[in-house]
Protein backbone atom coordinates (compact mmCIF):
# COMPACT_ATOMS: atom_id res chain seq x y z
CA UNK A 1 0.00 0.00 0.00
CA UNK A 2 3.05 2.22 1.16
CA UNK A 3 4.41 1.59 -2.42
CA UNK A 4 0.81 2.56 -4.68
CA UNK A 5 0.26 5.78 -2.36
CA UNK A 6 4.36 6.72 -3.07
CA UNK A 7 3.76 5.69 -6.58
CA UNK A 8 0.81 7.93 -7.08
CA UNK A 9 1.90 10.99 -5.47
CA UNK A 10 5.51 10.51 -8.21
CA UNK A 11 2.56 10.16 -10.95
CA UNK A 12 0.31 13.42 -9.57
CA UNK A 13 3.41 15.35 -9.19
CA UNK A 14 4.72 14.18 -12.93
CA UNK A 15 1.22 15.16 -14.34
CA UNK A 16 1.23 18.29 -12.74
CA UNK A 17 4.51 19.20 -13.93
CA UNK A 18 3.42 18.33 -17.58
CA UNK A 19 0.83 20.63 -16.91
CA UNK A 20 2.86 23.62 -17.59
CA UNK A 21 1.68 27.39 -17.39
CA UNK A 22 -1.22 28.84 -19.37
CA UNK A 23 2.27 31.02 -21.13
CA UNK A 24 3.60 27.64 -22.21
CA UNK A 25 0.08 26.35 -23.15
CA UNK A 26 0.31 29.26 -25.67
CA UNK A 27 4.14 29.09 -26.62
CA UNK A 28 3.83 25.60 -27.23
CA UNK A 29 0.53 26.34 -29.63
CA UNK A 30 0.23 29.76 -30.73
CA UNK A 31 -3.13 29.59 -32.09
CA UNK A 32 -4.53 28.80 -28.19
CA UNK A 33 -3.67 32.74 -27.71
CA UNK A 34 -7.26 33.50 -29.97
CA UNK A 35 -9.40 32.44 -27.60
CA UNK A 36 -12.37 32.07 -28.89
CA UNK A 37 -11.26 32.01 -32.08
CA UNK A 38 -9.54 28.78 -31.29
CA UNK A 39 -10.38 25.66 -33.16
CA UNK A 40 -11.79 22.77 -31.48
CA UNK A 41 -9.08 21.15 -29.92
CA UNK A 42 -8.22 18.38 -31.95
CA UNK A 43 -6.14 14.98 -30.89
CA UNK A 44 -6.82 12.11 -29.16
CA UNK A 45 -10.19 12.31 -26.58
CA UNK A 46 -9.53 10.51 -23.28
CA UNK A 47 -11.55 7.17 -23.30
CA UNK A 48 -15.21 7.33 -21.30
CA UNK A 49 -15.67 5.54 -17.69
CA UNK A 50 -18.52 2.49 -18.63
CA UNK A 51 -21.99 3.26 -16.78
CA UNK A 52 -22.55 1.44 -13.78
CA UNK A 53 -23.66 -2.31 -13.88
CA UNK A 54 -27.16 -2.34 -15.76
CA UNK A 55 -27.45 1.42 -16.73
CA UNK A 56 -27.95 2.08 -20.51
CA UNK A 57 -27.33 5.55 -22.17
CA UNK A 58 -30.89 6.64 -23.95
CA UNK A 59 -30.94 10.48 -23.96
CA UNK A 60 -28.85 13.27 -24.63
CA UNK A 61 -29.95 17.46 -23.55
CA UNK A 62 -27.14 19.10 -25.46
CA UNK A 63 -26.56 22.71 -26.31
CA UNK A 64 -23.39 23.07 -28.99
CA UNK A 65 -21.23 26.38 -30.04
CA UNK A 66 -21.38 27.10 -33.78
CA UNK A 67 -17.93 25.79 -35.31
CA UNK A 68 -15.52 27.88 -36.98
CA UNK A 69 -16.51 31.02 -38.65
CA UNK A 70 -15.04 34.24 -40.62
CA UNK A 71 -15.04 37.28 -37.68
CA UNK A 72 -18.24 38.19 -37.22
CA UNK A 73 -17.83 42.00 -38.49
CA UNK A 74 -16.38 43.64 -41.55
CA UNK A 75 -15.39 46.36 -40.23
CA UNK A 76 -12.83 43.89 -38.10
CA UNK A 77 -11.44 42.90 -41.84
CA UNK A 78 -11.18 46.39 -43.22
CA UNK A 79 -10.51 48.58 -40.49
CA UNK A 80 -6.58 47.78 -40.06
CA UNK A 81 -6.70 47.92 -44.33
CA UNK A 82 -7.71 51.33 -44.12
CA UNK A 83 -5.34 52.52 -41.42
CA UNK A 84 -2.45 50.96 -43.47
CA UNK A 85 -3.97 51.72 -46.72
CA UNK A 86 -3.46 55.42 -45.73
CA UNK A 87 -0.19 55.14 -44.28
CA UNK A 88 0.70 53.87 -47.68
CA UNK A 89 -0.62 56.31 -49.63
CA UNK A 90 1.56 58.69 -47.74
CA UNK A 91 4.74 56.30 -48.23
CA UNK A 92 5.02 55.74 -44.58
CA UNK A 93 4.77 51.79 -44.82
CA UNK A 94 8.03 49.66 -44.36
CA UNK A 95 8.60 46.61 -46.24
CA UNK A 96 6.68 44.32 -43.64
CA UNK A 97 4.02 47.09 -43.15
CA UNK A 98 3.63 46.24 -47.29
CA UNK A 99 3.44 42.49 -47.21
CA UNK A 100 1.03 43.12 -44.64
CA UNK A 101 -1.72 45.50 -46.43
CA UNK A 102 -0.88 43.24 -49.04
CA UNK A 103 -2.07 40.11 -47.44
CA UNK A 104 -4.82 41.74 -45.09
CA UNK A 105 -6.25 43.09 -48.45
CA UNK A 106 -6.39 39.59 -49.98
CA UNK A 107 -8.13 38.19 -46.63
CA UNK A 108 -10.52 41.08 -46.39
CA UNK A 109 -11.23 40.60 -50.07
CA UNK A 110 -12.02 36.70 -49.39
CA UNK A 111 -14.12 37.85 -46.36
CA UNK A 112 -16.18 40.39 -48.04
CA UNK A 113 -20.00 39.93 -47.44
CA UNK A 114 -18.76 36.92 -45.31
CA UNK A 115 -18.54 38.26 -41.68
CA UNK A 116 -19.84 35.67 -39.42
CA UNK A 117 -20.24 32.83 -41.62
CA UNK A 118 -19.32 29.27 -40.85
CA UNK A 119 -16.32 28.43 -42.86
CA UNK A 120 -15.43 25.19 -43.91
CA UNK A 121 -13.48 24.28 -40.76
CA UNK A 122 -16.95 24.69 -38.98
CA UNK A 123 -19.26 22.49 -40.93
CA UNK A 124 -16.74 19.41 -40.13
CA UNK A 125 -16.33 20.14 -37.02
CA UNK A 126 -20.07 19.04 -35.88
CA UNK A 127 -19.78 16.65 -38.42
CA UNK A 128 -16.86 15.09 -36.56
CA UNK A 129 -18.49 16.10 -33.13
CA UNK A 130 -22.62 14.20 -34.21
CA UNK A 131 -20.35 11.22 -35.60
CA UNK A 132 -18.60 11.08 -32.33
CA UNK A 133 -21.36 11.36 -30.15
CA UNK A 134 -23.21 8.87 -32.27
CA UNK A 135 -20.32 6.08 -31.81
CA UNK A 136 -20.09 6.77 -28.20
CA UNK A 137 -23.91 6.43 -27.24
CA UNK A 138 -25.04 4.48 -29.94
CA UNK A 139 -28.50 3.04 -27.65
CA UNK A 140 -29.40 6.96 -27.50
CA UNK A 141 -29.91 6.67 -31.59
CA UNK A 142 -31.95 3.68 -31.96
CA UNK A 143 -33.98 3.21 -35.04
CA UNK A 144 -36.97 5.59 -34.49
CA UNK A 145 -35.52 7.87 -31.92
CA UNK A 146 -36.66 11.09 -31.82
CA UNK A 147 -33.94 13.75 -32.29
CA UNK A 148 -35.11 17.61 -31.44
CA UNK A 149 -32.54 19.63 -32.87
CA UNK A 150 -32.79 24.03 -32.33
CA UNK A 151 -30.68 26.70 -33.76
CA UNK A 152 -30.38 30.38 -33.08
CA UNK A 153 -31.93 32.07 -36.00
CA UNK A 154 -28.35 32.89 -36.89
CA UNK A 155 -27.35 31.25 -40.29
CA UNK A 156 -23.81 29.69 -38.73
CA UNK A 157 -25.72 28.46 -35.92
CA UNK A 158 -28.23 26.81 -38.59
CA UNK A 159 -25.76 25.77 -40.54
CA UNK A 160 -23.97 23.52 -37.76
CA UNK A 161 -27.12 22.27 -36.40
CA UNK A 162 -27.68 21.30 -40.24
CA UNK A 163 -24.06 19.63 -40.70
CA UNK A 164 -25.16 17.62 -37.30
CA UNK A 165 -28.36 16.53 -38.02
CA UNK A 166 -27.07 15.14 -42.03
CA UNK A 167 -24.41 13.07 -40.15
CA UNK A 168 -26.04 11.64 -37.69
CA UNK A 169 -29.17 10.81 -40.72
CA UNK A 170 -26.26 9.29 -42.22
CA UNK A 171 -25.40 7.34 -39.68
CA UNK A 172 -29.26 6.02 -39.23
CA UNK A 173 -31.36 6.41 -42.03
CA UNK A 174 -34.64 5.50 -39.24
CA UNK A 175 -33.73 8.19 -37.27
CA UNK A 176 -36.60 10.86 -36.46
CA UNK A 177 -35.23 14.26 -37.24
CA UNK A 178 -36.72 17.50 -36.39
CA UNK A 179 -35.32 21.23 -36.80
CA UNK A 180 -36.07 24.47 -36.38
CA UNK A 181 -34.68 27.99 -35.94
CA UNK A 182 -37.42 30.75 -35.14
CA UNK A 183 -37.65 33.97 -33.06
CA UNK A 184 -40.03 31.81 -30.68
CA UNK A 185 -37.06 30.24 -29.03
CA UNK A 186 -34.37 33.20 -28.71
CA UNK A 187 -35.29 33.50 -25.40
CA UNK A 188 -33.88 30.87 -24.43
CA UNK A 189 -31.42 29.50 -26.98
CA UNK A 190 -29.67 32.88 -28.04
CA UNK A 191 -28.88 35.19 -25.00
CA UNK A 192 -26.91 38.29 -26.33
CA UNK A 193 -28.55 37.16 -30.23
CA UNK A 194 -32.15 37.94 -29.05
CA UNK A 195 -33.68 39.16 -25.96
CA UNK A 196 -30.81 40.53 -23.75
CA UNK A 197 -31.80 39.97 -19.90
CA UNK A 198 -28.61 41.68 -19.24
CA UNK A 199 -28.73 45.29 -18.15
CA UNK A 200 -26.83 47.77 -20.54
CA UNK A 201 -25.58 49.63 -17.41
CA UNK A 202 -23.85 46.60 -16.05
CA UNK A 203 -22.35 45.86 -19.27
CA UNK A 204 -21.30 48.88 -19.89
CA UNK A 205 -19.31 49.12 -17.00
CA UNK A 206 -17.69 45.93 -17.46
CA UNK A 207 -16.28 47.53 -21.01
CA UNK A 208 -15.36 50.37 -19.02
CA UNK A 209 -13.31 48.20 -16.88
CA UNK A 210 -12.02 46.15 -19.86
CA UNK A 211 -10.95 49.15 -22.18
CA UNK A 212 -9.31 50.57 -18.87
CA UNK A 213 -6.81 47.54 -18.85
CA UNK A 214 -5.73 46.83 -21.89
CA UNK A 215 -5.39 50.64 -22.20
CA UNK A 216 -2.96 50.02 -19.29
CA UNK A 217 -1.15 47.07 -20.47
CA UNK A 218 -0.91 46.84 -24.47
CA UNK A 219 2.20 48.84 -25.77
CA UNK A 220 2.59 48.97 -29.54
CA UNK A 221 5.52 50.62 -29.90
CA UNK A 222 7.46 47.86 -30.80
CA UNK A 223 4.84 46.34 -33.18
CA UNK A 224 4.58 49.21 -35.15
CA UNK A 225 8.07 50.18 -35.69
CA UNK A 226 8.30 47.00 -37.99
CA UNK A 227 5.53 48.38 -40.24
CA UNK A 228 6.17 51.97 -40.45
CA UNK A 229 9.55 53.82 -41.84
CA UNK A 230 8.29 56.71 -39.71
CA UNK A 231 6.79 55.35 -36.17
CA UNK A 232 7.28 58.42 -34.81
CA UNK A 233 4.55 59.88 -37.05
CA UNK A 234 2.03 57.32 -35.92
CA UNK A 235 -0.88 57.99 -33.16
CA UNK A 236 -0.31 55.17 -30.56
CA UNK A 237 -3.91 55.30 -29.62
CA UNK A 238 -5.13 54.35 -33.21
CA UNK A 239 -2.17 52.20 -33.03
CA UNK A 240 -3.09 49.64 -30.36
CA UNK A 241 -6.50 49.18 -32.12
CA UNK A 242 -4.40 48.07 -35.36
CA UNK A 243 -2.55 46.16 -32.91
CA UNK A 244 -5.89 44.90 -31.36
CA UNK A 245 -7.28 43.91 -35.22
CA UNK A 246 -4.25 42.54 -36.81
CA UNK A 247 -3.98 40.17 -33.64
CA UNK A 248 -7.92 39.28 -34.14
CA UNK A 249 -7.02 38.76 -37.80
CA UNK A 250 -4.27 36.27 -37.20
CA UNK A 251 -5.81 33.86 -34.66
CA UNK A 252 -9.16 33.76 -36.86
CA UNK A 253 -7.13 32.10 -40.28
CA UNK A 254 -6.63 29.11 -38.47
CA UNK A 255 -10.69 28.27 -38.62
CA UNK A 256 -10.20 28.18 -42.51
CA UNK A 257 -8.57 25.49 -44.66
CA UNK A 258 -7.50 28.26 -47.10
CA UNK A 259 -5.45 30.19 -44.97
CA UNK A 260 -4.02 27.51 -42.65
CA UNK A 261 -0.51 28.63 -44.65
CA UNK A 262 -0.89 32.19 -44.07
CA UNK A 263 1.17 33.31 -40.59
CA UNK A 264 0.35 36.41 -38.84
CA UNK A 265 1.88 35.30 -35.50
CA UNK A 266 4.92 36.38 -36.43
CA UNK A 267 4.57 39.85 -36.34
CA UNK A 268 4.01 39.30 -32.83
CA UNK A 269 6.35 38.27 -29.59
CA UNK A 270 5.54 35.39 -27.76
CA UNK A 271 5.05 37.28 -24.91
CA UNK A 272 2.59 40.17 -26.45
CA UNK A 273 0.53 37.32 -28.13
CA UNK A 274 0.33 35.87 -24.46
CA UNK A 275 -0.70 39.60 -23.13
CA UNK A 276 -2.80 39.94 -26.15
CA UNK A 277 -4.97 36.64 -24.90
CA UNK A 278 -4.77 37.48 -20.80
CA UNK A 279 -6.43 40.72 -21.40
CA UNK A 280 -9.14 38.85 -23.74
CA UNK A 281 -9.66 36.37 -21.23
CA UNK A 282 -10.16 39.06 -18.52
CA UNK A 283 -12.67 40.63 -20.93
CA UNK A 284 -14.57 37.08 -21.64
CA UNK A 285 -14.38 36.03 -17.73
CA UNK A 286 -16.08 39.45 -17.02
CA UNK A 287 -18.77 40.41 -19.89
CA UNK A 288 -19.87 35.94 -19.78
CA UNK A 289 -18.71 34.62 -17.02
CA UNK A 290 -19.39 34.44 -13.01
CA UNK A 291 -17.34 37.63 -12.10
CA UNK A 292 -18.08 39.27 -8.54
CA UNK A 293 -17.46 42.54 -11.03
CA UNK A 294 -20.81 41.80 -12.29
CA UNK A 295 -22.44 40.81 -9.30
CA UNK A 296 -22.08 36.92 -10.13
CA UNK A 297 -25.13 37.63 -11.79
CA UNK A 298 -24.23 36.88 -15.18
CA UNK A 299 -24.75 33.00 -15.30
CA UNK A 300 -28.44 33.86 -14.39
CA UNK A 301 -29.25 34.94 -17.82
CA UNK A 302 -28.97 30.88 -18.82
CA UNK A 303 -31.73 30.17 -15.93
CA UNK A 304 -34.45 29.82 -19.47
CA UNK A 305 -32.11 28.09 -20.96
CA UNK A 306 -31.55 25.52 -17.65
CA UNK A 307 -35.48 25.30 -17.30
CA UNK A 308 -35.97 24.15 -20.62
CA UNK A 309 -32.95 21.83 -20.37
CA UNK A 310 -34.71 20.49 -17.01
CA UNK A 311 -38.31 20.30 -18.77
CA UNK A 312 -37.01 18.40 -22.08
CA UNK A 313 -34.77 15.88 -19.84
CA UNK A 314 -38.30 15.58 -17.44
CA UNK A 315 -40.21 15.04 -21.02
CA UNK A 316 -37.94 12.34 -22.21
CA UNK A 317 -37.79 10.73 -19.20
CA UNK A 318 -41.50 10.56 -18.72
CA UNK A 319 -41.22 9.01 -22.55
CA UNK A 320 -39.43 6.42 -21.80
CA UNK A 321 -38.42 6.68 -25.68
CA UNK A 322 -34.85 6.84 -26.55
CA UNK A 323 -33.58 10.46 -28.18
CA UNK A 324 -32.24 13.63 -27.68
CA UNK A 325 -32.26 17.61 -27.43
CA UNK A 326 -29.48 19.54 -29.76
CA UNK A 327 -29.37 22.64 -29.11
CA UNK A 328 -27.16 24.95 -31.14
CA UNK A 329 -26.22 28.87 -30.55
CA UNK A 330 -22.72 30.76 -29.20
CA UNK A 331 -20.49 31.18 -26.73
CA UNK A 332 -22.17 34.04 -25.20
CA UNK A 333 -24.70 31.26 -23.90
CA UNK A 334 -22.96 28.14 -23.21
CA UNK A 335 -20.29 30.29 -21.18
CA UNK A 336 -23.01 31.54 -18.60
CA UNK A 337 -24.89 27.94 -18.63
CA UNK A 338 -21.29 26.38 -18.17
CA UNK A 339 -20.87 28.67 -15.06
CA UNK A 340 -24.41 28.15 -14.21
CA UNK A 341 -24.42 24.33 -13.87
CA UNK A 342 -20.96 24.67 -12.15
CA UNK A 343 -19.27 22.79 -14.43
CA UNK A 344 -15.63 21.59 -13.60
CA UNK A 345 -13.76 24.84 -12.35
CA UNK A 346 -15.40 27.11 -15.05
CA UNK A 347 -17.90 28.95 -12.26
CA UNK A 348 -14.56 30.32 -10.86
CA UNK A 349 -15.60 33.93 -8.86
CA UNK A 350 -12.47 35.96 -8.28
CA UNK A 351 -11.29 39.15 -7.82
CA UNK A 352 -7.38 38.92 -8.75
CA UNK A 353 -7.61 39.76 -12.54
CA UNK A 354 -3.93 40.00 -12.43
CA UNK A 355 -3.98 35.57 -12.18
CA UNK A 356 -7.00 35.04 -14.08
CA UNK A 357 -5.42 33.24 -16.61
CA UNK A 358 -3.27 30.78 -13.88
CA UNK A 359 -6.92 29.34 -12.97
CA UNK A 360 -9.45 29.82 -15.46
CA UNK A 361 -8.34 29.76 -19.58
CA UNK A 362 -10.45 30.94 -22.26
CA UNK A 363 -9.35 28.65 -24.95
CA UNK A 364 -10.07 25.58 -23.09
CA UNK A 365 -13.64 26.95 -22.29
CA UNK A 366 -15.28 28.53 -25.24
CA UNK A 367 -13.14 27.37 -28.69
CA UNK A 368 -15.37 27.45 -31.96
CA UNK A 369 -18.02 24.70 -31.36
CA UNK A 370 -17.73 24.20 -27.61
CA UNK A 371 -20.28 22.20 -26.48
CA UNK A 372 -21.90 20.29 -23.59
CA UNK A 373 -23.52 17.00 -24.09
CA UNK A 374 -25.85 15.87 -20.76
CA UNK A 375 -26.15 11.60 -21.36
CA UNK A 376 -28.82 10.33 -19.34
CA UNK A 377 -28.65 6.46 -18.20
CA UNK A 378 -31.69 4.20 -17.00
CA UNK A 379 -31.64 0.34 -15.61
CA UNK A 380 -35.25 0.67 -15.38
CA UNK A 381 -36.05 1.74 -12.71
CA UNK A 382 -36.82 5.56 -11.47
CA UNK A 383 -33.33 5.69 -10.83
CA UNK A 384 -32.09 7.76 -13.49
CA UNK A 385 -27.93 9.09 -14.08
CA UNK A 386 -26.47 11.66 -15.52
CA UNK A 387 -22.90 11.74 -17.06
CA UNK A 388 -21.68 15.35 -17.94
CA UNK A 389 -19.32 15.97 -21.31
CA UNK A 390 -17.52 19.23 -21.33
CA UNK A 391 -16.02 19.88 -24.69
CA UNK A 392 -16.27 15.75 -24.98
CA UNK A 393 -14.89 15.56 -21.72
CA UNK A 394 -16.07 14.32 -18.43
CA UNK A 395 -16.80 16.92 -16.14
CA UNK A 396 -17.66 17.25 -12.71
CA UNK A 397 -20.66 18.93 -11.16
CA UNK A 398 -21.96 20.51 -7.94
CA UNK A 399 -23.86 17.25 -5.99
CA UNK A 400 -22.75 14.88 -4.32
CA UNK A 401 -22.73 11.76 -6.23
CA UNK A 402 -21.94 7.79 -4.98
CA UNK A 403 -21.00 7.06 -8.99
CA UNK A 404 -18.91 9.42 -10.17
CA UNK A 405 -18.54 10.61 -12.86
CA UNK A 406 -22.10 9.73 -12.79
CA UNK A 407 -24.57 12.00 -10.62
CA UNK A 408 -28.23 11.06 -9.62
CA UNK A 409 -30.86 13.14 -11.81
CA UNK A 410 -33.13 13.47 -8.83
CA UNK A 411 -30.56 15.45 -7.22
CA UNK A 412 -29.00 17.62 -9.67
CA UNK A 413 -32.83 18.30 -10.41
CA UNK A 414 -33.58 19.61 -6.86
CA UNK A 415 -30.27 21.53 -6.61
CA UNK A 416 -30.59 23.40 -10.11
CA UNK A 417 -34.13 24.36 -9.74
CA UNK A 418 -33.43 26.19 -6.10
CA UNK A 419 -30.79 27.58 -8.22
CA UNK A 420 -32.72 29.24 -11.04
CA UNK A 421 -35.46 30.32 -8.48
CA UNK A 422 -32.67 32.44 -6.95
CA UNK A 423 -34.12 36.36 -7.59
CA UNK A 424 -31.84 38.51 -9.46
CA UNK A 425 -31.49 41.97 -9.56
CA UNK A 426 -30.85 43.37 -12.94
CA UNK A 427 -31.05 46.95 -12.60
CA UNK A 428 -27.50 48.03 -10.78
Not at 220 to 244: C, G, I, W
Not at 264 to 277: A, P, Q, R, S, V
Not at 303 to 323: P, Q, V, Y
Not at 335 to 361: F, G, K
Amino acid sequence: MRRFITSLIVAVAAMTALAGTPQDDITAKLTRGASNHYVYPEGNLPALTPAPAGYEAFYIDHYGRHGSRWLSRANYYQRPVDMLSAAHDQGLLSEQGERLLGTLRLISAAAYKRAGELTDKGAEQHQEIARRMYNNFPSVFTDGARIDARSTVVIRCILSMQNATMTLRSLNPKLNITTDASYHDMHYMGYGHGEDTLSTKLYQKLTVCVDSIYNANINPERFVKQLYTHPDKVDMNSAKFLMRDVFDIAGSLQNHHAFENIDLFHLFTTNEIFELWRLRNIDWYLHRANSPQGGNRIPFVARELMANIIETADAAIASGKHGADLRFGHESVILPLACLLEIDNINLSTQDLDNLHMQWQSYKIIPKACNLQLVFYTNGTQDVLVKALYNEREATLPVKTDCAPYYHWKDLKAYYEAKIATPIDWTK
